[in-house]
């Protein structure tokens, strides 16, 4: 709501591009940069906190074999980092994916926009709602069985336990 209505006030570039797009391109570029800078705040969090986790033989074992800063992160902190920090991935996916729904706050066509469209013109809230509603049960399962799945192939035998 704020990226949309008022960042676009306050920085005068930001608002001589906007007046340059069409309303729906507005919408939906707005609603992607705002989620996409919430989730990649709390994604870059969470590989901080993975590689944290990692102890500090495995850098120091990195540099002992003669990899740089760069190649012992890629080669030994980074593959394991990630493999500790999906779990978590698969609740911000599914968070991403609810969050979604927030998009018709400033207009965007979107799943709970087309409900409430739909409730108005049938008069039917409970079953569009109900629609809806199963709608992004549907999505965020199979996100969550994918991301379980990928889990469950790179995990690292006696690391990271598995919540099947």
């Known amino acids: 709501f704020l990226?949309?209505?008022v960042v676009p006030?306050?920085?005068p570039s930001v608002k001589v591009w906007v007046t340059t797009l069409d309303p729906t391109q507005h919408q939906f570029i707005t609603a992607v940069v705002c989620l996409g800078l919430f989730t990649s705040a709390r994604i870059a969090e969470?590989?901080?906190s993975g590689?944290?986790?990692l102890s500090r033989g495995q850098r120091n074992a990195g540099y002992a074999l003669g990899l740089t800063q760069?190649?012992?992160y890629r080669l030994v902190l980074l593959p394991m980092a990630?493999?500790?920090?999906?779990?978590?991935?698969?609740s911000d996916t599914m968070s991403l994916i609810k969050n979604t729904s927030v998009a018709y706050s400033i207009g965007l066509v979107e799943v709970?926009?087309?409900t409430r469209e739909m409730g108005e013109i049938t008069f039917r809230y409970f079953e569009a709602f109900a629609a809806a509603t199963l709608i992004y049960i549907v999505i965020s399962m199979i996100a969550n069985r994918v991301m379980v799945l990928i889990e469950?192939?790179?995990?690292v035998p006696g690391y990271v336990s598995l919540g099947k």
């Open 70 to 72: 760069a190649q012992t």
């Open 112 to 114: 709970f926009f087309r």
């Open 46 to 48: 969470q590989v901080r």
């Open 3 to 5: 990226w949309y209505f």
């Open 9 to 11: 006030g306050l920085i």
């Open 152 to 155: 469950s192939r790179v995990a």
């Open 82 to 90: 990630y493999r500790i920090i999906i779990p978590p991935l698969t």
């Open 51 to 53: 590689i944290q986790s």
